[in-house]
């Protein structure tokens, strides 16, 4: 089976873009690692550099610029500078809007017995033992109410 080869051919457009990206400073030094790897990786002026010497001169991996070499062939330009964002979060929320709406709901109903006013660990209490949510915090709590102007605890 044989290897895949990639190439790297750059417009002159993306080649000003990257040098833009490597003189100003502003950008993360991943990005401007991959701007000089795929600048120097350039086979449009005919001459070509293996992967290995590519690495060496920027100490870097020789993985890491075939990476960003596969990367560039296969998903552009700003894929192969820019980090790749994330579809959702790495944990999701806990606290939903109907999480929400139970809590404040829950806020403005009459208190226990023997209490005036719901306290914010009363609330985790009770919004734990409704299983509205498995755990949750006073601090998580307060947070709603805050946020949603419900205070009146």
């Known amino acids: 089976m044989p290897k895949v080869k990639y190439q790297v051919v750059l417009t002159e457009s993306e080649k000003k873009k990257l040098k833009k990206i490597i003189s100003k400073g502003k950008s993360s030094a991943k990005e401007i690692m991959h701007a000089h790897v ?5 086979e449009s002026s005919g001459k070509k550099r293996s992967e290995h010497d590519v690495a060496g001169q920027f100490h870097i991996h020789f993985q890491t610029v075939h990476t960003v070499k596969k990367t560039f062939a296969s998903q552009g330009l700003d894929a192969a500078i820019g980090r ?10 806990k606290v939903t809007g109907d999480v929400e709406a139970r ?6 109903s009459e208190p ?3 209490r005036t006013k719901w306290t914010l660990r009363l609330l985790a209490d009770k919004v734990v033992e409704l299983e509205i949510v498995d755990s949750i915090s006073h601090v998580a709590v307060g947070r709603v109410l805050k946020k949603t102007n419900s205070n009146r605890i």
Request: charged share 15%; glycine share 4%.
């Open 103 to 108: 809590i404040i709901a829950l806020s403005c």
């Open 112 to 114: 226990p017995q023997g």
């Open 38 to 42: 795929l600048l120097a990786l350039d």
């Open 84 to 93: 790749k964002r994330r579809t959702s979060p790495p944990v999701p929320a």
